[in-house]
């Protein structure tokens, strides 16, 4: 990984060249080792680094940006001269906002293990061949990735501001197939190395896999569900892609336009964007160099806040809240560390108290319908299962779901006492993390017979 | 590409390969330059450039796979990337079944550029953002479009293959798309219309003369209109319905139902904790009817134009053009050289990595839907009562590939032959090969055209690819239709 020295050097280096009025070095990359198995054996074994510097350079009020991967003084200079061709070629851009000059950062809530980035091939392959001889032994057929990692993000700006912040990372997951069919799935992720135990997902999907049930048809309709860490996951990302950023809410484009400090969940959700949480840790600024805020998004149902970058929070006489993306994407201010506080109740009493329930594991091919609804399609995917007072008594089909997002937010029956830490999309140091819930009248409208 | 590595150095990296008793090795030294621009109410919100180089190793050694990615070009950093590589591969062998095996391939020495006309890399900035500035304006004349996008993105990449059997290979491809969006939004509904498709657009393999041919400036002022006429317009009715799809929709389900399903490492489980397998096993090949006699679907990855063709894949294999379902029936995969050694057969060329940093997986390269006989005039006209989709909305499949569901940005109602009003958030769904089965009618090829989709993810860590599907338009029959959650 590089270090916070060395990487303040070249984002130094790269704005020494620079002649603008304002200018923004941004440094990100790392490693990835990933070790893919499938049919009980290793597929693809592969390890990459790249590091990518992005210099965004405003001149007379004209923003632009250029990016590679080489950091030699040769290649820094050809790119501080795109950088600046770019901004030179622009319309001067009248409602952009300064860059923000030095300032204090919250304590970072990011990991560095060693141990991550320790772990070679050879270890995990060991472990692997012990795990594919347990599948064998249950006359399982085994997939999954094990991935491990580092990543580091960067940022200087030419008014004196600097933030470094870096993580380790470790994901395994895993598909348990029996040979009639049924299959299994877990996944765990952490920065730590400790927290990641393949073993332990292993059992779990297994565990699934080889459930001796019957299969049972399903008459679409909506059930009352249990949706473990994953579902729950699955349904808050469509949430988060489009709900809680300023800019959607000022364009009509958010399902909380004209909601704010009203309830649009059940009162048992509370839902913050907290990169310093054990459990989603993160880094404690944005692509802009803002601080992170700790952001209360929903507190017991009730729309509580929303998230800015500089932009949005010009328009709206706010302040940033540290959630600007990449420069350029389009995107908006979106939230990065996700968390939706754990209830009170244990697993096996949201399993006895649901009376006739679907199980979820996880839902698959998630995507949005019309994001003003927040509506929401997608299918379950390795363990569905029909529950009856307590007991799993059948295994489903996949289900085709269609849900209005807030609907389901606010049938919420019971929250899991326990918090299931899942990686986030696109950004360094993104993490979500959820219990498993109870909901009830959850519409599945398609079965995968 | 000798400015950047001697040629010679790269034969030295296949040299330390062979002598550290690797069976085969091969390696991609690739450069990508791209540009995008991006407006949004009447800004400039993104201007980005972005270079980058690397190497990608990969070598089979005890009978499995090792692969290794690196920035850094120098020869120390060479040396150590073929240890990386080959310590891979070694540890994958701890875990493997039988042997990896490949099926042959030619040893070609050859250089391929992609098509392209104008350089959209020296077209003027000022061009291209006066562009995206005039279309914002237009789609501004209209008080309900709260948001008003412009994208547009060229990509070039220049690769050298070179592999321990003999092949060296260069390579050259520029890319070119974008799109237009217009959402509009009353208080309580949001609907966009994009153009030509939306997600990042369409993107073709060309230069700045797929712009051109876009026409943009003639549609952004519709996209204003149709979006603010959608707030008030019907929703889409439920029910079971005769359905005209073509252009993005078409291509997307083509892409979702066919393409990804006709992947010969998902059948084998390559992906199965990922993206998933599918319902079409090796011994349904000749046999299993996928679609109606209407139906045929190639592979081409020689297609002028698309966005998924090359001259070879990422391990030599030339690009070809193969049937994957012929009147209907499925008779063939998307294979690379080990899957299809599985097999018996040859490669059929579909081996691709997203980058140099990326290890070639088997990606679609172009999935046609071949045109049939009918005009669109004709296919419109054999519909008493149904709709038309054309626009991409939403996607969602199961992970065999079977069941989908789809929306379209908007519908509009055929009634008697003719296409009358239009209808919002239009859905439908179904089970691929009955879905497939029900088509009575493809247009013509005065109405076929490549489509391109920037963003087909697949393998773990995720890749990210531009694959290209011609269509034209395709008649289906009773195809179950919702909207907003009406089932």
Not at chain 1, 215 to 243: D, I, N, Q, Y
Not at chain 2, 11 to 20: I, M, P, R, S
Not at chain 2, 358 to 370: E, F, G, K, T, Y
């Amino acid at each position: 990984m590089i270090s916070e020295g060395h990487a303040r050097r070249v984002l130094e280096r790269a704005l020494a060249h620079l002649r603008c009025d304002e200018a923004q070095a941004v440094m990100r990359g790392g490693k990835l080792a990933v070790t893919r198995f499938a049919e009980n054996a290793i597929s693809q074994n592969s390890i990459k680094k790249d590091y990518v510097l992005s210099l965004m350079v405003v001149r007379n009020g004209r923003v632009g940006q250029a990016s590679s991967n080489r950091f030699d003084d040769a290649s820094l200079k050809e790119l501080v001269a795109r950088a600046e061709e770019l901004s030179d070629g622009q319309p001067p851009d009248l409602l952009r906002r300064p860059l923000p000059g030095p300032c204090p950062l919250p304590t970072t809530g990011s990991v560095q293990d060693p141990s991550v980035m320790a772990l070679s091939p050879e270890e995990k392959a060991e472990l692997l061949k012990e795990i594919v001889g347990r599948g064998r032994g249950a006359k399982l057929e085994l997939a999954g990735a094990w991935s491990t990692g580092d990543a580091c993000l960067a940022l200087a700006n030419s008014r004196g501001h600097f933030a470094y912040g870096a993580h380790t990372k470790a994901l395994f997951s895993i598909t348990c197939t029996a040979g009639d069919g049924a299959s299994g799935w877990a996944e765990q992720f952490a920065q730590r190395r400790k927290d990641v135990d393949p073993l332990a997902c292993y059992e779990r999907a297994a565990t699934k896999a080889l459930l001796p049930l019957a299969r049972a048809s399903f008459r679409p309709r909506p059930a009352t569900v249990l949706l473990e860490g994953a579902a729950v996951k699955s349904l808050l990302s469509g949430l988060a892609r489009t709900a809680f950023g300023a800019d959607a809410l000022a364009q009509g484009r958010s399902c909380l336009c004209g909601r704010m400090g009203e309830r649009v969940m059940s009162p048992l959700v509370d839902l913050v964007d907290d990169h310093g949480h054990e459990s989603t840790p993160g880094l404690p600024f944005d692509f802009e160099g803002s601080p992170r805020q700790v952001v209360r998004l929903i507190e017991g149902g009730v729309v509580r806040s929303v998230l800015h970058d500089r932009q949005t929070a010009h328009g709206s006489d706010a302040r940033s809240t540290g959630h600007a993306q990449p420069y350029g994407l389009g995107q908006g201010p979106l939230p990065v560390n996700l968390r939706l506080r754990a209830g009170a109740t244990s697993y096996e009493d949201m399993l006895h108290r649901a009376g006739e329930a679907v199980l979820v594991t996880r839902f698959w091919y998630d995507n949005l319908i019309d994001r003003r609804e927040a509506s929401l399609t997608g299918m379950t995917r390795d363990g569905t299962f029909l529950l009856r007072d307590g007991e799993l008594v059948a295994r489903l089909p996949s289900l085709r779901y269609n849900v209005r997002l807030l609907d389901a937010f606010s049938q919420i029956e019971a929250v899991g006492d326990r918090l299931e830490t899942f990686a986030g999309a696109g950004s360094i140091g993104a993490a979500m993390a959820v219990p498993a819930l109870r909901i009830h009248a959850f519409p599945f409208t398609q079965t995968g017979d | 590409m000798d400015a950047i590595v001697d040629e010679g150095r790269l034969h030295d990296v296949l040299a330390l390969c062979e002598k550290a008793g690797v069976a085969y090795a091969d390696l991609r030294l690739v450069r990508t330059r791209t540009e995008s621009l991006r407006s949004c109410n009447g800004r400039m919100s993104g201007l980005r450039s972005h270079e980058d180089m690397g190497l990608g190793l990969r070598v089979l050694c005890n009978g499995a796979w090792g692969f290794a990615g690196n920035p850094d070009l120098d020869w120390p950093k060479l040396k150590k990337t073929v240890e990386r590589a080959v310590s891979m591969a070694r540890a994958s062998a701890q875990l493997r079944q039988g042997p990896v095996r490949l099926s042959p391939v030619e040893p070609v020495q050859d250089s391929w550029i992609g098509a392209m006309a104008k350089d959209p890399f020296a077209i003027p900035l000022g061009s291209k953002i006066e562009l995206l500035l005039r279309c914002d304006e237009a789609m501004a004349r209209f008080e309900k479009i709260r948001r008003r996008e412009g994208y547009l993105s060229f990509r070039r990449q220049e690769k050298r293959f070179l592999s321990s059997t003999g092949q060296h290979l260069d390579q050259d491809c520029t890319w070119s798309g974008g799109l237009l969006t217009a959402t509009a939004a009353d208080g309580s509904r949001c609907q966009q219309r994009s153009y030509p498709s939306p997600f990042r657009g369409r993107l073709l393999q060309g230069g700045w003369e797929c712009i051109e041919n876009l026409h943009f400036e003639e549609h952004a002022r519709r996209l204003g209109r149709e979006a603010t006429m959608l707030l008030d317009a019907p929703i889409c009715p439920p029910g079971e319905t005769t359905l005209v799809l073509g252009k993005s929709q078409l291509a997307l389900q083509v892409h979702e139902s066919c393409g990804h399903a006709t992947e010969l490492d998902r059948v084998f489980g390559a992906e199965a904790n990922f993206a998933g397998s599918s319902f079409l096993e090796p011994d349904m090949r000749g046999r299993f009817r996928f679609g109606s006699p209407s139906v045929t679907l190639v592979a081409d990855a020689t297609t002028a134009g698309a966005a998924g063709s090359y001259g070879w894949d990422d391990e030599g294999v030339p690009a070809r053009r193969h049937d994957l379902v012929r009147e209907g029936l499925f008779v063939g995969y998307q294979s690379g050289r080990d899957t299809a050694c599985r097999l018996g057969e040859p490669s059929s060329g579909n081996m691709r990595a997203a980058g140099w940093n990326d290890i070639p997986i088997v990606r679609m390269s172009n999935v046609h839907l071949l045109p049939g006989e009918a005009t669109f005039d004709e296919l419109i006209g054999g519909v008493d009562e149904g709709l038309l989709m054309t626009d991409n909305l939403s996607w969602s499949i199961d992970d065999r590939r079977l069941h989908f569901q789809f929306a379209a940005e908007m519908a509009w109602r055929i009634r008697r032959g003719k296409i009358c009003e239009a209808l919002r958030l239009p859905v439908y769904h179904g089970r691929t090969p009955e879905f497939w089965r029900s088509c009575d009618g493809v247009a013509d090829g005065d109405s076929w055209e490549i489509w391109g989709t920037p963003n087909c993810g697949k393998g773990q860590p995720l890749q990210v690819m531009a694959v290209g599907h011609g269509v034209s338009y395709a008649r289906f029959r009773k195809v179950a239709v919702g909207g907003d959650h009406d089932f």
